[in-house]
């Protein structure tokens, strides 16, 4: 079974502009969370959707937002970026059939913002 | 409030030494989850063992285990037998059950194993 994918990668983007990372959950996974990671912050939630609907958000502004299609597949935009975004930008999935469920991740997609 | 601390920044072993990685959580929720994961300086986090809080064993997972003491709010990971490949970045994570998909990290801990 095909773990959890992320695209792109890599991303370079300049203050101002916006940016969109996708992530593919692993086939039956019904919820996916996202996570930014920087070397002052640590690992922090920004939110976790499950059926389409955002189920969980993070203390972030509202320039971070999120979505999630009927396969599962979720996106997450940010927008008017600001140098602070850079970050290792981490997306698991998981069953979501107990609460406690074990969340899976992918590779990340690093945004460097300049 | 809800806090992963592991107090260890960075660590050594020997290789085919035991090496004990630190976590203690704080939440007053009875119903929670804790978590292990290692990040390889590829990025990726690689999930290595989960506790449940109603678990009366200790978890195990092959040449990691979770020493779980729930008096204590401590879940250390115990890594047997260290190998050169465990050389990475450990975090230790809990999640309310109440509140669905969120996990709560600690700082992780820098293992380097010698040879």
């Known amino acids: 079974k095909a773990g959890v994918t992320q695209t792109p990668r890599y991303l370079i983007k300049t203050r101002g502009q916006q940016v969109t990372l996708s992530c593919s959950p692993i086939?039956?996974?019904?919820?996916v969370s996202w996570y930014q990671q920087t070397p002052g912050q640590g690992l922090q939630f920004l939110f976790e959707?499950?059926?389409?609907?955002?189920?969980n958000k993070g203390n972030f502004p509202g320039r971070f937002s999120g979505r999630q299609f009927s396969n599962s597949r979720s996106e997450m935009n940010v927008s008017t970026l600001e140098l602070g975004d850079s970050a290792l930008y981490l997306c698991?999935?998981?069953?979501?059939?107990?609460?406690?469920?074990?969340?899976?991740f992918g590779p990340g997609t690093r945004l460097t913002v300049l | 409030a809800q806090k992963i601390t592991q107090t260890q920044p960075g660590m050594f072993v020997q290789e085919k030494e035991a090496v004990t990685l630190d976590c203690t959580y704080d939440?007053?929720?009875?119903?929670?989850?804790l978590f292990w994961y290692k990040q390889p300086s590829s990025g990726e986090m690689i999930f290595l063992i989960y506790?449940?809080?109603?678990?009366?064993q200790n978890a195990t997972e092959g040449r990691y285990s979770l020493n779980f003491q729930k008096a204590r709010k401590s879940a250390n990971l115990v890594i047997s037998a260290s190998q050169l490949g465990d050389s990475a970045m450990y975090f230790c994570?809990?999640?309310?059950?109440?509140?669905?998909?969120?996990?709560?990290f600690g700082q992780g801990t820098e293992l380097s194993v010698k040879p």
């Open positions: 698991a999935s998981s069953l979501a059939i107990a609460d406690a469920d074990t969340q899976y």
């Open positions: 086939s039956g996974h019904r919820s």
């Open positions: 959707y499950f059926s389409e609907t955002q189920r």
């Open positions: 939440t007053s929720d009875p119903s929670y989850g």
């Open positions: 506790q449940g809080s109603y678990d009366q």
């Open positions: 994570a809990m999640i309310i059950r109440n509140q669905g998909g969120k996990l709560i």
